[in-house]
């Protein structure tokens, strides 16, 4: 990918090994996958996913969506300014356009990126051909190129087969936190057939699932790997936190010096530490957690 290989992402990125009591207790090993690492602003899966879908833009304006604390939108509006690649995101609820953008917002409109409001209705039927070409013309944008909602698309799903392939006999169990379901479409495909995948959904609903399947079929013609969902961890859905889960998260920064991003991050290794207790996980087992992304300076 030439225009970013100028970016000079960390690839493959690191495999950092903690010793972690909750888990050698339970004769586990837990294995981090700084994904966090791979590029100051287009951190982890943000780079495996949009990766191939900016250089399939080719030098158009990219649409993508997003709600108001979307780290998605983030890394698209930082990649636009790294490219000169002009950026629109649609942001969901219209209300927002009223008030004073929050930190994340305006960190992508000082990249450049434009931001357009949509009322929540139509927000939610973005993905109809009608209602998104009305949405591109009242952005201005009638002839970008389309990223979907946290960057889930084929070109991503197969970017990020990438993350699978690098952790290939590194652990018998691959976790990984799921906002859309693309990257772990992705990285379940590109495990070995000994291995799994495990993903903790962020979001309440029960979709996923269909989702996933969805994605894969799309990307690769059918089914990939060995990968399940558990859907107990959200703290309430998207953006949702907890006073206990900031506390796990300021407890596991403490134990480790690894920074833990709280909206996916600390859900998935929470997940984990429930897991192993729980006795989910054979003894002698290895395990990898993927670190996507980290907190918001």
Known sequence: MTGLDTLRPRLPSPLQELSDPRFARRG???LLKRDDLIHPELIGNKWRKLAPNLTAAVGRTVVTFGGAYSNHLRATAAAGRLLSLPTVGVVRGDELADRPVNPSLARCAADGMRL???????YRRKTEPDVLARVL????AEDAYVVPEGGSNALAV???RALGEELSGQADVVAIACGTGGTLAGLA??????QRALGIPVLRGGFLTADIRALQRGAF????GNWALDERFHFGGYARTTPALDAFATDFENRHGVP???LYVAKLLHGLVTLAEEGAFPRGATL????????LP
Do not use: I, K, M
């Open 260 to 262: 833990v991003e709280r």
């Open 158 to 160: 197969r970017g990020c």
């Open 221 to 224: 013609g059918g089914p990939r």
């Open 288 to 295: 990898a957690a993927v670190v996507t992304g980290r907190p």
């Open 116 to 122: 357009h409001f949509v009322d929540r209705a139509t």
């Open 28 to 30: 586990l090993r837990l």
């Open 137 to 140: 013309r009242a952005a201005g």
């Open 189 to 194: 495909a590109g495990l070995g057939p000994d």
